[in-house]
């Protein structure tokens, strides 16, 4: 079956500072590849997928590349906001509605 | 927007209860699911529902329940409440093969 494994967090930056968020998966077969993202006090939202290898997800300044030779999908942010201060997933599936989620890394952001 | 409310945002329950978390969906979506989200151990899939009156187990079945009469909603039951589902569950739907969308989560506490 799929595994996802993320960093441990917490995570804490200054506001501007660059983000990398490491993830790596095991799947059979080629799945697809997803950040979601939780604020305080509310449920997941899709942050970002990508489908197949090589391909770039991006939303709101954040990106994920699909990179199947390392089995990867970091995410990354050049300059973060005190307003990005959440709790990030890292998702893998092979379907978008049935998909197995990391951990979980806690991202603090300094003002 | 696709919007997934869970009927409580807190509550408390006494070991041994019978508790009822509900949670319905304004769009006609098939699928749905609950989750339970507990520090260090991320998301974990207790049951899903892929058509009215279907479910399957997810990871962590043991010691719930779901009922699924109608498409909107989707109850998740503690048949006998114990201290150790004590947590945060969050209910999610989708449409076939695409991402999930997540009510805001219920913080249930089992005295």
């Known amino acids: 079956g799929n595994s996802v494994t993320q960093m441990e967090g917490p995570v804490t930056l200054s506001e501007e500072a660059f983000l990398t968020i490491n993830c790596t998966y095991t799947a059979t077969g080629y799945p697809s590849l997803f950040w979601y993202v939780q604020y305080p006090g509310e449920g997941l939202q899709l942050l970002l997928k990508a489908t197949k290898a090589d391909d770039k997800g991006s939303n709101k300044g954040f990106e994920a590349t699909y990179r199947k030779e390392t089995t990867s999908f970091h995410l990354e942010k050049g300059s973060v906001q005190v307003s990005d201060s959440a709790v990030y997933f890292c998702a893998a599936g092979n379907r978008d509605d049935k998909i197995i989620f990391g951990k979980g890394t806690r991202l603090h952001i300094l003002p | 927007d696709v919007k997934v409310t869970q009927s409580s945002r807190y509550l408390v329950k006494r070991t041994g209860e019978k508790v009822f978390l509900e949670c319905v969906q304004d769009?006609?979506?098939?699928?749905m699911f609950w989750y339970r989200q507990d520090p260090g151990l991320g998301l974990r899939l207790i049951y899903f529902s892929y058509d009215v009156k279907m479910k399957e187990k997810g990871d962590i079945p043991e010691g719930y329940s779901v009922s699924r009469e109608k498409k909107e909603r989707f109850s998740l039951i503690l048949e006998s409440a114990s201290t150790n589902q004590t947590s945060m569950y969050l209910c999610a739907n989708s449409l076939t093969d695409q991402p999930q969308h997540f009510g805001d989560g219920t913080r249930l506490s089992i005295l």
């Open positions: 769009m006609d979506h098939e699928n």
